[in-house]
């Protein structure tokens, strides 16, 4: 009685002592595809910001990107030979994320235009990311829009309900769902050359902003 008692009493131990070790083995080191998930997800939440006509966190969404991207060059840097594309896309994103905080002071300093001229480089450079980068599977998560007009693109995870970050309340509707395979870097606007306010003739745009 004694001897099964003992037993018993082994089996609970190691029941509890279980109950501890899994959970932890559950929580895994992120992979490099965690870390390009997560730069997207910081990507559509800037969005998020811009379509509402707000720039509350796009300073800390940047920096969540510069973050994610030097994680993933890390490990991507384990064999520069093999990744040597990714780690190209990643240090464009880096250059791209780093250069929009850095350009950008205070949240409640932030205009609204400076914030959305420097989504045009940012953004172009995480859909390159996640199409050339991200399965199929995973990057289906994200709908890619264009907006023909303000020359830009842009990740949503709704991909119904498009909301322009480049025009915001103005002109919230304006662009069209597009498919990955169909970017063009040709038809954005990343260099910052591209005016809302004129048309060809010089007069001004009614949609100006």
Not at 121 to 133: A, G, N, R, T
């Amino acid at each position: 009685m004694k001897t099964r008692n003992t037993f018993t009493g082994l089996l609970l131990l190691l029941a509890f002592a279980l109950a501890w070790v899994v959970p932890a083995q559950a929580a895994k080191t992120p992979t490099v595809l965690d870390h390009i998930t997560a730069i997207a997800d910081a990507s559509v939440r800037i969005h998020d910001s811009l379509a509402s006509d707000s720039v509350k966190d796009v300073r800390k969404n940047a920096a969540d990107i510069v973050k994610s991207a030097d994680a993933a060059l890390k490990l991507a840097g384990k064999d520069k030979k093999k990744n040597a594309k990714l780690i190209d896309a990643l240090n464009g994103v880096k250059t791209a994320a780093a250069d929009y905080g850095k350009g950008l002071k205070k949240d409640e300093e932030i205009k609204i235009d400076a914030a959305r001229e420097k989504f045009y480089p940012l953004s172009s450079s995480i859909i390159e990311l996640v199409k050339d980068h991200l399965p199929e599977k995973a990057a289906s998560k994200y709908t890619m829009f264009h907006c023909p007009m303000a020359k830009g693109y842009w990740l949503q995870t709704d991909a119904k309900k498009l909301r322009n970050p480049y025009y915001g309340s103005e002109m919230l509707e304006c662009g069209k769902k597009a498919g990955f395979k169909d970017y063009d870097p040709a038809k954005c606007k990343c260099g910052g050359k591209h005016k809302h306010g004129a048309t060809e003739k010089g007069k001004l745009d009614p949609h100006k902003h």
